[in-house]
Each structure stands twice: as structure tokens, then as C-alpha cells.
């Protein structure tokens, strides 16, 4: 898919479908997205090496003191924080691996806890500019809108994130509630970690949440944190550091992507779109637009729905029901999201069979009761 969408990009510039112009806007708002993705996916494999995401699992699993139902809730905060604070692909790349593994270990079922970090990859993507590469995309259409810095942005997502987050669990915890009965013996013990690797990767993971908060560049504090990480790996671990922690094929994807909606765009897209889309403010007219999202998240996938339907949103609470249409909304296939695509790859690696006839049914649940409840949310604190 990552080439595909790279050669469509690259035949758009070649024949002209983007100009110079569209050349230059795609590389003014994909440049900074571009920069944090490769940062924050280098901290993220560099704490996975470290040991952090094992520990984070292996200390939810004593928290859980024996409870299936209790440690399964501790997951889902540890998916939360994960997506909050290091995005939706961190949680879908590097946390569902651990957790299907203390599955295993613990002798349960895993599908709950697979299911969990990629509904929780996506609906809990909103809080935060950082969150979702969606959300760093819409920062530059909200400053246009008045809405400018991290604080104004999550102002405005705080409540649909919190209603949106809390409705993907109560759905989840509904539709696995005989698999989460029970209890689980004690924890393995997990493996000896390099006390210096593992305490300076924690302490940057931690120190990232206030950074991003800031108002500083998300982009900033993720390349100070990788150059950290990267040179005290160049010390102690210095076979770690190679070319493949780099996520070249989702830059070329993204970029790819940023390309061909460009060409759409200049070429008549924003007039298909304008009347599913709507316009207008309050409930209805919000409820419209993000489902329109949500469907061409579903139906191609959420970075190019957004850029899509990003020229019709107009105001603030209207960018924020498009963002909550393509962070909330890509539950139901499998190629609604990059960060599901990858959750996918990484259940199959483990053994995990995931039956895409109930993933969809149950997504559509999830995904319409997650996106209502954020838009409502909206509207009753914008």
C-alpha cells in the first residue's frame, strides 16, 4: 500500500495534477507532521528496546492482582496514556505485541485485550495534537480559524475525547464481558533490563506529555527526546541504532497521500463532498459532517478523509466533529486507519486470528456510538 500510495503522489507531480502551489502547500503542512512522525517513532522503538512498554504491561498485570476484569482496565489505561502522549501507532505497533504476549502468558483470552488496543489506538486519538497525525494535519486550518497553540486544541477535543474514550470501553467491556470473568495466576518475571537504557527511556517518555502541552512544536520536544535516546543507545546498546527504526514507508505513504488529495482537491473533490458534508452548526449539521468523515475513513482511509472534508468545515466545533469522524470512526475496516493496518499485521505475527466479519460488525457499533457520543460532548462545551 506504502508504494502505491508514493507512485500515485509521485504520477500527480509528474503530470501536473499538483502544481507548484498545491507542491507547496502539501509541503508546508506535511513537513512538521512529517519530522514528529519519524522523531516520536524512533522514541517509541527505542522505549520498547529499553524495556518500557514490558514493564508498563508486566506492572499492570501485578495491579491486577489475579482479576481479569481489573487487569483488562489497567490496559486500557496503559492504551490511553500510550495513545495520548505517543500516538495512535505507537499504542497499535509497539503496545499490542506486550500485551497479547502477557496474554499468553497469563493464559487468556487474548482477542479482548487485542480488540482494546486498537479501538483505543484510534478513539482515544483525540485529546492531543500529538495524539493523531490527523489532529497535527488540523493545526494549521484551526489557527486560520482563530484556534491557535496545543492549550486552545484541547479545549476544544477534552470532552469529545473523554466521551468518545469512555463509550469505545463501555462497548468493549459489553461485548467481551464472559472473557474478562475470572482470574489469572502470578506473573512471570520479566527479563534483566540496562538500568541506565531503561530509567533515561522512562524519564523521556514522561518528560514527553508536558512538553507536548507546552505550545512548543510537537516536532521539537520529539527530536530532542529521540537524540537523547539515540545517544545513550550509541553507548550501551549500539546495535539497536539502525536505518529500520525509521518508518520510511509510512513517510512515503503520508506524503503519498498528502499528493494525491491535493490533486483531488484541485480538480473538483471539495463539490462531491459539500453535500453529504452539509453545513450549518449545532447537533444535526455536526452529526452530519462526522459521519461523512467516519464513512470516507472506513471507505479509503482517515488521513485522506480528512484532508477531504477539512475545506467544509468553516469553523472550530465543525473541524472538531470532522476530527472526531476520522480519529473515532475507523473501527469497522481494516484499512480505515495506518495505525489498524499495523495492529492487524502484528496480531497475525502472534497468532491471533482476528475475524474481520465481527471485527466490522462490531466496529460499526462501536464506531457510531463512539462518534455520537464525542459530537454530542461537543456540543454541550463549545
Do not use: K
Amino acid at each position: 500500500m506504502w508504494w502505491l500510495c508514493g507512485l500515485a503522489g509521485a504520477v500527480a507531480v509528474a503530470t501536473g495534477l499538483v502544481g507548484p502551489a498545491g507542491l507547496a502547500e502539501v509541503a508546508h503542512r506535511a513537513g512538521p507532521v512529517l519530522a514528529f512522525l519519524l522523531a516520536v517513532t524512533v522514541v517509541a522503538e527505542l522505549a520498547d528496546a529499553a524495556g518500557v512498554f514490558d514493564a508498563a504491561a508486566r506492572l499492570a498485570a501485578r495491579g491486577g492482582r489475579g482479576r481479569t476484569r481489573r487487569l483488562w482496565l489497567l490496559v486500557v489505561l496503559l492504551g490511553v496514556l500510550s495513545t495520548v502522549v505517543l500516538s495512535l501507532d505507537t499504542t497499535a505497533v509497539l503496545l499490542t505485541p506486550v500485551v497479547l504476549a502477557l496474554a499468553a502468558q497469563l493464559r487468556l483470552d487474548p482477542l479482548p485485550f487485542a480488540m482494546t488496543t486498537v479501538w483505543l489506538a484510534n478513539t482515544a486519538s483525540l485529546l492531543l495534537p500529538v495524539s493523531n497525525l490527523t489532529n497535527l494535519i488540523a493545526l494549521d486550518e484551526l489557527e486560520r480559524l482563530g484556534v491557535s497553540g496545543t492549550a486552545a486544541f484541547t479545549a476544544l477535543t477534552w470532552a469529545p475525547f473523554l466521551a468518545g474514550t469512555l463509550t469505545a470501553v463501555l462497548v468493549l467491556g459489553l461485548a467481551h464481558r464472559g472473557s474478562l470473568r475470572g482470574g489469572y495466576g502470578a506473573p512471570p518475571p520479566g527479563s534483566a533490563r540496562d538500568p541506565v537504557l531503561f530509567g533515561t527511556a522512562a524519564l523521556v517518555c514522561c518528560l514527553l506529555a508536558p512538553a507536548f502541552v507546552s505550545g512548543v512544536e510537537p516536532a521539537v520536544p520529539a527530536a530532542v527526546a529521540a537524540l537523547v535516546l539515540v545517544a545513550v543507545f550509541a553507548r550501551r546498546r549500539r546495535a539497536v541504532l539502525r536505518l529500520s527504526l525509521l518508518p520510511w514507508r509510512t513517510v512515503v505513504l503520508v506524503a503519498g497521500l498528502f499528493l494525491v488529495v491535493e490533486a483531488a482537491r484541485a480538480h473538483g473533490l471539495d463539490g462531491l463532498l459539500r453535500a453529504p458534508a452539509g453545513t450549518g452548526e449545532g447537533l444535526g449539521a455536526h452529526l452530519r459532517l462526522a459521519a461523512t468523515a467516519a464513512v470516507g475513513a472506513n471507505a479509503l482511509d482517515n488521513l485522506p478523509a480528512y484532508l477531504a472534508v477539512e475545506p467544509l468545515a468553516g469553523s472550530a466545533p465543525r473541524l472538531v466533529a470532522v476530527l472526531a469522524g476520522v480519529n473515532l470512526g475507523p473501527l469497522v475496516t481494516p484499512w480505515a486507519s495506518l495505525a489498524t493496518l499495523l495492529w492487524l499485521e502484528r496480531c497475525r505475527a502472534r497468532g491471533v486470528r482476528i475475524a474481520l466479519p465481527r471485527f466490522a460488525a462490531l466496529g460499526a457499533v462501536g464506531a457510531t456510538a463512539c462518534t455520537a457520543a464525542a459530537v454530542l460532548a461537543l456540543q454541550l462545551t463549545a
